[in-house]
């Protein structure tokens, strides 16, 4: 009796392991996520030093929130330029020049800190530069996910290890900074993402890509601008998931800008402070996207977002109020995880409901609500934290994203009923009965 458990105990475990891995099938898919795992690691490594740099050099709160304000705001005013080019071109090809020119960008980075001849300037106008290729990575790397996968019911699988393979990066990179750092200064970080951009570079180099349908490209541009966003305003679901996503990056995401005066004021630490405190939000972000992943459907993700963006909004008070390391770690990986799981479920959700001849434009609202307005919240909790502190500023983002959870709860019985349609056309939800003759 006992050995037939353990039997089918083992056997439930591969049934999950299976269930979590599936994507991988799928050989661009499988070439693209270990590329991009080796390359995100060197990344990270460059987030945290350029933030450490940064704050070393200046010893300014407002300083730092510019530095992360220059690496986000070219996405805001790009990314809807972007979505037209991604959705008119090949996305293949975009993500061998976006990465190429990133893999220069830290290398440059790495010849002035190296030199012991770069300023804060020099920082400010590098990340700027990384910012405008990002305008027009992110949405690419999105929408070529459905291309790199062979089964469209795989598709959410894919995202959430998308997600388990970025946060699985923030756990080791930024440890490693934090170690190379205090050993040998910042400048090695910057190296090690240059060479490590080469890893995503061959991936897509060994990929057989099947090229897309040309499209017709004789509309102009503005007419194509136009058309996206009338569809994402017009669609209740992806217009009211993307301004949670907004009010969620405006007012919490700017916590990781202020990690280094925590790490070094608050908790009265050094760069290996910062990086043990990034690790944790690093694990806390995998540990969410692996049992995201881990989902066999799409179904009820928009009551995860409520629940997520809840314990983000705990995690990030919680971070605000304590002053010992221990226990900031473990509020750090709530507000992770939480982070996490919001993001990917609005990534799925979008990303299965959109239509395919428009998904590099959603795509690119997407980076935008993600990444295009954060740097007015980098901005903003730079500002704030020098005047009020960065704790407080960091409990009232948290105290934002749970009013803005508690709205969304509110707003998803309407979300649903607009939903099920289109998953029931996708085979996701069965069929209505037929509706008996009068």
Request: proline letters at 4%; charged letters at 15%.
């Amino acid at each position: 009796m006992r050995q037939d458990s353990r039997l089918n105990t083992d056997q439930t475990n591969l049934a999950r392991w299976r269930l979590l891995l599936r994507a991988l099938h799928a050989r661009n898919y499988r070439l693209f996520f270990e590329g991009q795992s080796v390359s995100l690691i060197g990344t990270w490594m460059t987030r945290v030093a350029t933030s450490w740099l940064v704050y070393r050099l200046t010893n300014s709160p407002l300083l730092l929130g510019l530095a992360s304000f220059a690496g986000q705001i070219p996405i805001l005013f790009l990314a809807p330029l972007a979505g037209v080019w991604v959705d008119r071109w090949d996305r293949h090809r975009t993500l061998l020049v976006t990465q190429t020119l990133s893999m220069l960008q830290s290398f440059t980075l790495a010849f002035l800190a190296l030199g012991h001849v770069i300023t804060v300037w020099e920082i400010i106008l590098l990340v700027l530069f990384q910012g405008s290729v990002n305008a027009f990575d992110m949405p690419a790397r999105q929408s070529f996910v459905v291309q790199m996968i062979e089964r469209r019911e795989d598709l959410a699988n894919a995202i959430a290890l998308n997600s388990s393979m970025v946060n699985g990066a923030r756990l080791i990179g930024p440890a490693i900074a934090g170690m190379l750092i205090a050993a040998v200064g910042e400048g090695y970080c910057f190296l090690i993402d240059g060479v490590s951009y080469m890893a995503v570079i061959a991936s897509l180099l060994a990929m057989r890509v099947t090229p897309r349908a040309a499209r017709n490209r004789s509309s102009l541009l503005v007419s194509e601008l136009r058309e996206g966003w009338r569809y994402v305003r017009e669609s209740d679901p992806i217009r009211s998931v993307l301004l949670f996503l907004v009010l969620v990056s405006l007012v919490g995401m700017p916590y990781t800008v202020l990690m280094p005066i925590f790490a070094r004021n608050i908790l009265h630490g050094g760069a290996s402070n910062l990086g043990f405190l990034m690790a944790a939000v690093g694990l806390g972000a995998l540990t969410g996207a692996v049992t995201l992943a881990m989902r066999p459907s799409v179904l009820g993700l928009g009551r995860i977002i409520v629940w997520s963006s809840s314990l983000f909004g705990i995690g990030l008070i919680g971070l605000g109020l304590s002053r010992w390391l221990w226990l900031s770690l473990i509020f750090v990986a709530t507000a992770g995880f939480g982070m996490m799981r919001h993001m990917a479920s609005t990534n799925t959700i979008l990303q299965t409901i959109v239509e395919e001849d428009k998904r590099g434009r959603v795509m690119a609202y997407y980076s935008m609500a993600f990444q295009g307005l954060a740097p007015f919240g980098s901005l903003a909790a730079g500002a704030l934290a020098a005047r009020v502190g960065a704790p407080w500023t960091i409990i009232g983002g948290g105290a934002l994203c749970l009013a803005g959870a508690a709205g969304f709860f509110a707003h998803l019985p309407r979300l649903r009923r607009a939903i099920r349609p289109i998953y029931r056309e996708l085979g996701i939800l069965p069929p209505l009965p037929p509706t008996p003759e009068a």
